[in-house]
């Protein structure tokens, strides 16, 4: 990706720490089969701070905020736990730690906004389906700090992840700093599961 390229040359590899990332997590057929899974699941749109994302979600095993109105979420589906059980691998959990799952789905032009995940969730593991998208990333801080800045923050690191790569977030890229991701130019899934605190 053009600006990706460019940017990735500018802040190079350099990640907070507790931020991995791994390309070719899974194969090509994996990615398929999986793919072909989630056309079947049934999105819906989400509204985060009052504002209604561009992104439609699928939550599994609990909901992104709790609240009341979210009702229950469905548990994680069966064609999830292999990816669980290699992504848990991956970040040193057991698979049933990640009691959430959430799939995301970015149509052409979909972004995800600056956030900071839910606190009732720990460590985040996701792996990217079907196209390239880049994730921004910058120290965090709490709304009021920020309405008070009077410059601009600015992104600190940033990494491209490719489809079929994966991530795990969590110390201190998980607490001191929060995430974002520029519109896709494709259409992107990414899998992302939770463990609770
Ligand atoms: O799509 C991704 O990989 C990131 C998703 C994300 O930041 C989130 O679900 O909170």
């Not at 959430?100 to 995800?112: C, K």
């Not at 990494?159 to 890229?173: D, H, N």
Request: charged share 20%; with cysteine; hydrophobic share 40%.
């Amino acid at each position: 990706m053009g600006t990706g390229t460019m940017s990735l040359s500018l802040f190079g590899a350099d990640l907070p720490p507790g931020f991995s990332h791994r390309d070719d997590f899974i194969t090509t057929a994996e990615e398929a089969d999986l793919a072909a899974h989630i056309e079947r699941v049934e999105f819906a749109t989400f509204e985060m701070r009052g504002v209604v994302a561009r992104r439609r979600v699928a939550f599994f095993g609990a909901s992104y905020d709790r609240a009341p109105a979210d009702g229950p979420s469905p548990p994680i589906p069966e064609f999830l736990f292999p990816i669980r059980e290699r992504l848990a691998a991956f970040a040193g959990v057991h698979p049933q730690d990640f009691a959430m799952a959430l799939i995301n789905e970015y149509r052409p032009g979909t972004p995800i906004g600056w956030h900071r995940d839910a606190p009732q969730y720990d460590i985040i593991a996701g792996v990217s389906l079907l196209s390239p998208c880049v994730m921004r990333l910058r120290p965090y801080v709490s709304p009021s700090q920020a309405a008070a800045q009077q410059t601009p923050r600015k992104t600190t690191h940033e990494t491209e992840l490719l489809p079929r790569s994966a991530y795990v977030i969590k110390g201190e890229a998980r607490s001191g700093y929060e995430h974002s991701i520029p519109a896709v130019s494709a259409l992107r899934y990414s899998i992302t599961l939770r463990t609770l605190r």
